[in-house]
């Protein structure tokens, strides 16, 4: 693909986002509780084959450009985190692994490995909604984001949409125990 990201050819399927997560997209740019909404839309999906209910988005000048949750037991595949497949597609869309232009949004605050995949494709940005006191690596437990040790730090916005995020968190693991 070429080089430009805010062509309409980047722009991720909407139809497809509505007819998988069962909501209608946002038209247009979206702003970072839009994209929250999208990505809580896309943790829902994961629920029908049992995974973890974590959805990611990612988005270039507000545009959505791809858009995952988690595949960790269909896949079988223990990096198959949201924010590691939303990266993928990302890069392959925008033709670069360089992913300076993307805003990440998730509906968890990624873990260790999220985090530093974000770090390594030089994410322009992070917002996620739920914190994660056990395994956060964006202000929980670690602030990886915002380390200058690091080649790369980023902004984060945490808290967005988060009581419907650990929410929809909350019950999928109170109906696993």
Known sequence: MGSNPTSSAFVVDVTTLRTRAGRL??????????AMELALAEARVALDHGDVPIGAVAIVDGEVVASR???RETAGDPTAHAEILVLR??????GTWRLSAV???ST???????????????VGKLVYGA???????????????????????LPVTAGVLADEAGGLLARFFAGRR
């Open 25 to 34: 997209p946002y038209r247009g740019p979206v702003d970072d509780e839009q």
């Open 69 to 71: 949750h988690n595949e």
């Open 89 to 94: 597609d990302a890069a392959s869309v925008l």
């Open 103 to 105: 805003t990440v949004v």
């Open 108 to 122: 968890l605050e990624p873990c260790p490995m999220c985090a530093g995949a974000l770090i390594v494709a030089r």
């Open 131 to 153: 914190a994660d006191p056990k395994a956060g690596a964006c202000g929980s437990l670690y602030q990886l984001c915002a380390d200058p040790r690091l080649n790369h730090e």
